[in-house]
């Protein structure tokens, strides 16, 4: 595709509900960044691949989280045991190596636990 | 945790004004990148500053960077409504992995 999709759009879970988001990077990227966005701040970062290794994830808020890209391409979010403090936007970002030239930021997916 | 913070949080201004935005952070830095936000919509890269550059243009956009002062300004000129949204700026921390500031949200008055 032309840019950075994710999937899905909008998503609700029941607090201790399990939810997976999906980003499908921009063909040919090798860089790939996960962020968290609360309303009315900016993105967290959360966690960074080079191809399928997840070099960095230093910015998971706790073990529920936990972030997969097996074939170096797409990847995949996942929220264990959703707490409400969790409902955010979630970002995906990708670039070609280093992001020297900016990232390319997917729309996002909004959670909200209730 | 935010490296940079911007500055100020919200401006309103009329269309045709300049609009000037600033952004300090606290450590080294290789590059640092200005995005901007529409409501409800993902991040669009706008211009990205060496560490060894001091400033640099792009169409309307104008932006400066001091790294003796660990600081950076956007300057819009000649703003359009089109203009209305979010505005970040990203450090990298010497790691390559874009770290944002909490935005200034930005209204332009047609």
């Known amino acids: 595709g032309a840019g950075v999709s994710q999937s899905p759009r909008y998503k609700v879970a029941k607090r201790g509900q399990d939810v997976a988001l999906r980003c499908d990077p921009i063909?040919?990227?090798?860089?790939l960044f996960w962020y968290q966005q609360a309303l009315g701040q900016g993105p967290e970062f959360l966690t960074y691949?080079?191809?399928?290794?997840?070099?960095?994830k230093s910015g998971l808020p706790s073990d529920r989280f936990f972030a997969e890209r097996p074939e170096g391409s797409v990847s995949t979010l996942k929220i264990q045991r959703t707490q409400q403090e969790d409902s955010a936007v979630y970002l995906c970002?990708?670039?070609?190596?280093?992001?020297?030239?900016?990232?390319?930021f997917g729309q996002g997916t909004r959670l909200t636990v209730v | 945790s935010q490296q940079g913070e911007e500055d100020p949080q919200a401006l309103s201004i009329q269309e045709g004004e300049n609009a000037t935005m600033n952004c300090s952070y606290k450590t080294s830095i290789n590059n640092l990148q200005w995005y901007r936000q529409n409501s409800g919509r993902g991040l669009v890269h706008l211009i990205l500053?060496?560490?060894?550059?001091r400033e640099k243009h792009s169409g309307r956009l104008r932006v400066t960077l001091d790294t003796s002062k660990k600081s950076s300004s956007l300057l819009i000129t000649a703003s359009r409504a089109a203009d209305t949204a979010s505005y970040f700026c990203a450090t990298d921390r010497g790691s390559y992995i874009p770290t944002f500031g909490r935005g200034t949200s930005l209204i332009v008055h047609p």
């Open positions: 970002a990708s670039s070609l190596i280093a992001p020297t030239e900016g990232a390319f």
């Open positions: 063909s040919g990227h090798v860089s």
């Open positions: 500053i060496r560490s060894n550059e």
């Open positions: 691949f080079q191809n399928e290794a997840q070099l960095d």
